[in-house]
């Protein structure tokens, strides 16, 4: 990475890093900590194993943060973390990084991230660690790092966790730091949405959009962009595919039901992707807009 390593002592760590018991005795930096005095800390961590609906849940809610002045932060593992830091970058929101490992290239765990901690550097982000820049990640490493990602941050939003994981430790860490803890509900029937449907029922504050959150921090809601798509643009057989994605759909549930052919669904289909509108991952068809 372009951007130099650094090493900074207790003193010169961000004040609410310094507030927490068991500090680090240094911090290995990459990259700009955005100001704090201006900005929002918001960390954002979840299940590896996520679900479709936590995987849109994490994108919708910091898509909608786009032009706050709210930094994402999260662990650089895969899942929810990989999520939050990928949909940070795209919307253009500042984030930084908590692997549980060190920040040499070749130490950067997972290895499968690397490029996203390069991309997170040279967007105006950072990495963070108190580890030594060649530490291999290693299972301990990964709840002693959880204490950074919280006390780092002006609170914790759990989008997915089941009953016990890392991302309920880092919420619980929050709450020993007097940090607010925010948790999206979920089904009662998957068991990545046990965790934080207990967090909500013992206080932690339900965010169902982006605007609860701008909300809990005062925020201002931020207009739209001008050039976001409206629905003036597009025809009637585009309307008629795009209502039905309310919720994601397989290619195969728009042919049945969009009272089109399948060429003619399929070609709406590609259009509305040029667009920027749509996009397909995983086998379904999910609404950007």
């Known amino acids: 990475m372009n951007a130099k390593l650094y090493k900074i002592s207790p003193e010169k760590f961000p004040a609410k890093l310094q507030e927490i018991p068991d500090l680090p005795k240094h911090l290995y930096i990459e990259g700009n900590l955005p100001d704090p005095n201006t900005h929002i800390y918001l960390a954002v961590v979840g299940s590896r194993k996520h679900t479709d609906y936590g995987k849109r849940a994490c994108e919708d809610l910091i898509r909608g943060l786009q032009g706050q002045p709210i930094v994402i932060v999260s662990g650089l593992a895969l899942g929810m973390d990989t999520i939050a830091h990928k949909t940070a970058l795209e919307v253009g929101l500042a984030t930084i990084a908590v692997p549980g490992s060190g920040l040499a290239p070749d130490a950067i765990y997972p290895k499968s991230n690397w490029r996203l901690a390069r991309d997170i550097v040279e967007s105006g982000g950072a990495l963070v660690s108190e580890f030594e820049p060649e530490f291999q990640a290693a299972p301990w490493s990964f709840p002693k790092r959880n204490r950074i990602v919280a006390g780092l941050c002006d609170a914790v939003l759990v989008v997915e966790a089941h009953e016990k994981s890392g991302a309920l430790i880092t919420a619980k860490l929050a709450l020993g730091y007097n940090r607010d803890v925010l948790a999206v509900p979920g089904s009662i029937y998957i068991d990545q949405c046990k965790g934080t449907n207990s967090l909500i029922a013992r206080g932690a504050y339900a965010i169902t959009s982006a605007q609860d959150i701008i909300s809990h921090f005062n925020l201002e809601q931020k207009e739209k962009d ?28 728009i042919y049945e039901h969009s009272g089109l052919s399948i060429s003619d669904s399929s070609i709406i289909l590609s259009t509305l992707e040029l667009k920027g509108v749509i996009k397909e991952e995983y086998g379904k068809i999910y609404k950007v807009i």
């Open 226 to 253: 001008i050039t976001q798509p409206s629905f003036e643009m597009f025809n009637d057989q585009e309307i008629a595919v795009l209502r039905l994605l309310k919720e994601p759909q397989t290619k195969n549930y």
